[in-house]
């Protein structure tokens, strides 16, 4: 099992040993002192380094989320990473991703479409980490045109959701065909399925090639 | 600012508004590092400065995004239209209540939210404390039924101006329905025909599509006389041909937002084809969207 990055702790939380960030509560999350339980159920990224998967994070780092959503699990990575710009095209989501970042000095929200990397990189900087959680067709494409935002060394953390390529697919052929595609611009280092915490996901580490 | 500025060039420090702007409808080509040339142009004096301006700025650019988007008419025409099926839904379930309640206590008890208006109009002498409640329960059924009727009257009140020629069309309850169903009337506008033809049937085409069902023929749009009026044999057909035009309507209405009348006199002339009420005219009208691909149908309307 690999380390996991400053800032993130397995503390205890009603006798069970759960992940944790500091930070203001955001979704109801069960805390402890400023520590809040990071539901592995509920945040792809919690189940990738709840399963132990080398997701090369050690805290600190600037971070380009895609797909922030609500703001569930951008709020975990803004509690243990440095600047942490944060896309959700949705509206109704937005409004929930701006109460988890206001407390959060370096959580910055951009009502933006994560396919339009032209349209925010006039506010986003070069990062270390990209995040990628997008419900939509093309999440390869996504990452393929978002690679640009990435340092040399950087890494790519992706959940690929098998449903949103095609419902009607088998989940690994469709896996299979995203990382090929992925392929042409990143170097896959580890991917894994991310049951039992999410049905038909597969995690995935990469790094610029 | 050109496409090698970031959001903060030229901008003066203390114009809010503008950063907002910039945030919002700026662009790059690339990402530069922007925390440190803001710090070199003298915007902040450092990185930490340049951070706590970016937070502000975001937070406000997506706060405007969000507050224009979700105040935009047809987003608030899906909340009356969907509170008014909520509200017809629990009056009918309530009413239900009422019902049976009732049946226990009077010989002449009826059913439904007509009931429930009529036990909520008595007045009632009784001292009975069950009596009370029950007719307490009425009167807030009848409440409901009443708050359903006035979002109904919005909801026709307002589809007309949102989208005038799916309105004319569909008429306002299901024009704001099939918005409300496919989140807006801009993801309306570029949905396939096959698709708004079957919205509402999501269970049934998602059956098909795993290859436990066959297709289905009609979602919400069944709701339309042209469809619900047609003969069953037909109805597949007739769907075809409405869902082909709402289409166009909803695109008309997004795009260009004129009142286009012709598009309704097309349909009538579709559907009476299909129906079979014509001998000739309706052919050569058609726009691809109703040819018939499968053959079901119009034939019999061609050739009689």
């Known amino acids: ?209 | 600012m050109t496409e090698h500025d970031g959001w903060f060039a030229g901008l003066d420090p203390d114009d809010a508004d503008a950063a907002v702007d910039r945030i919002r409808d700026g662009s790059a080509e690339a990402a530069r590092d922007w925390p440190g040339r803001a710090v070199s142009s003298g915007l902040a004096a450092d990185t930490d400065e340049y951070y706590e301006r970016l937070h502000e700025a975001t937070i406000a650019a997506a706060r405007a995004g969000v507050h224009e988007r979700e105040r935009a008419d047809d987003k608030q025409l899906i909340h009356a239209v969907r509170a008014m099926d909520d509200c017809e839904r629990t009056a009918n379930e309530l009413a239900e209540r009422v019902a049976e309640w009732a049946g226990t206590r009077y010989e002449d008890a009826g059913t439904g939210v007509d009931y429930a208006r009529e036990l909520a109009a008595d007045d009632d002498e009784s001292t009975d404390p069950s009596a009370a409640q029950l007719h307490a329960l009425a009167e807030r059924t009848a409440a409901l039924a009443d708050e359903a009727d006035e979002l109904r009257r919005y909801v026709e009140e307002t589809t007309p101006t949102v989208a005038p020629n799916l309105a004319a069309m569909a008429g306002p309850v299901l024009a704001a329905r099939l918005i409300s169903l496919s989140g807006g009337l801009d993801a309306l506008a570029k949905q396939p025909s096959s698709t708004v033809q079957v919205l509402g049937a999501e269970d049934a085409l998602f059956a098909h599509l795993r290859g436990a069902a066959p297709s289905p023929k009609h979602g919400v749009i069944f709701t339309h006389e042209y469809v619900r009026g047609t003969h069953p044999d037909k109805r597949g057909s007739a769907a075809r041909a409405l869902a082909g035009k709402l289409t166009i309507a909803a695109r008309v209405d997004h795009y260009s937002g004129d009142r286009k009348p012709e598009l309704d006199a097309e349909l009538d002339e579709r559907i009476a084809t299909i129906r079979g009420n014509v001998s000739e005219g309706g052919d050569g009208g058609g726009d691809g969207d109703d040819s018939d691909a499968d053959g079901d149908a119009t034939a019999g309307g061609d050739e009689s």
């Open chain 1, 1 to 209: 099992m690999s380390d996991l990055p400053t800032g993130v702790e397995r503390r205890e939380f009603d006798g069970v040993e759960r992940l944790a960030t500091r930070g203001e509560p955001v979704y109801g999350e069960p805390t402890d002192g400023e520590w809040r339980a990071w539901n592995p159920d509920r945040s792809k990224l919690g189940a990738m380094l709840e399963l132990g998967m080398d997701t090369g994070l050690v805290g600190g780092e600037t971070v380009l989320y895609l797909g922030a959503a609500s703001g569930t699990t951008a709020s975990h990575v803004a509690d243990f990473a440095g600047p942490t710009y944060a896309v959700e095209f949705a509206a109704r989501p937005v409004r929930d991703l701006l109460d988890a970042a206001e407390p959060r000095s370096n959580l910055f929200p951009l009502l933006k479409d994560a396919r339009k990397p032209e349209t925010y990189a006039h506010v986003v900087e070069p990062v270390d980490v990209i995040v990628q959680d997008v419900a939509t067709r093309g999440q390869a494409a996504v990452a393929t045109t978002n690679a640009q935002f990435l340092g040399e060394d950087g890494r790519l953390l992706l959940a690929i959701k098998a449903r949103s390529e095609d419902v009607t697919r088998d989940p690994s052929a469709v896996f299979e065909d995203v990382c090929a595609e992925l392929e042409s611009t990143y170097e896959i280092l580890e991917t894994e399925r991310l049951s039992p915490h999410h049905d038909d996901h597969l995690g995935v580490v990469a790094t610029p090639r």
